[in-house]
Structure formats: C-alpha cells, structure tokens
Nanobody
Framework: VQLQASGGGLVQPGGSLRLTCATSGVIPDHYATGWFRQAPGKEREGVSCITNDDGMIFYADSVKGRFTITRDNAKKTVYLQMDSLKPEDTGVYLC??????????????????????WGQGTLVTVSS
C-alpha cells in the first residue's frame, strides 16, 4: 500500500484546510486510514481515522467538533477537513493505513504503532 498526503500550508487561527490522502497499490478488503500529526519535540499522535467499508470513525478529543474525516472509495482517497484551526494544530500531518482483523480498529485506531503503511507528511502551520 502506498499513501500520498497533500494539502498542508500556512493558515491563520480560525481558518480551514483540507488534507488529502491518496492510496494506491495492493489494498486490503477491510482496512483503516488514519491521520496523525507530529509537532517539533512531541510524540506522534492520532488525529482521526476511518474504515473503508463499515464507516467506523475515530477522532482525538482535541479535534472533535472541528475536524471531519471522509472518504471516497472510488478514488481511494481520504480527506481531513480541518476547521477552526488553532496554533496547537501545527505540525506535520501524515496518513497511514492498516488492514483490520478481529475488531482491531476499536483498540488500534488512534495508535501509531498499530499501522504498517505510512505516507510522507504534509506541513500544517497555524499562525498569525
């Protein structure tokens, strides 16, 4: 599985951005796609994740009500709409994918170590 993230940039506090994660290669039948972010000097953290078929979604508490994850299965693409952005949302945003077995999404969705496939990051800077 190959993943390509795009859509980052510089935005003022309160602004919006939409990130795109395009997936290609050999894709499992049942899998999750997740967005993670990493700020300088901080650990990588899960932001939001979605399954490809049954619509299960995870959001970190820090982004609930502000970020929305969606997917277009025909395009094999996942989007992260980020609204009401705050300076603390600044970081490199990466997308990742993982084949799901035995209900693993419930326990692994927001955990970076659960994911096997990673794309490169796209930088989001929220600053005035």
């Amino acid at each position: 599985v190959q993943l390509q993230a795009s859509g980052g940039g510089l935005v003022q506090p309160g602004g919006s951005l939409r990130l795109t994660c395009a997936t290609s290669g050999v894709i499992p039948d049942h899998y999750a796609t997740g967005w993670f972010r990493q700020a300088p000097g901080k650990e990588r953290e899960g932001v939001s994740c979605i399954t490809n078929d049954d619509g299960m979604i995870f959001y970190a508490d820090s982004v609930k009500g502000r970020f929305t994850i969606t997917r277009d299965n025909a395009k094999k693409t996942v989007y992260l709409q980020m609204d009401s952005l705050k300076p603390e949302d600044t970081g490199v945003y990466l997308c990742a994918a993982q084949r799901i077995v035995a209900g693993g999404f419930r326990t692994g969705a927001g955990i970076p170590g659960w994911y096997d496939y990673w794309g490169q990051g796209t930088l989001v800077t929220v600053s005035s």
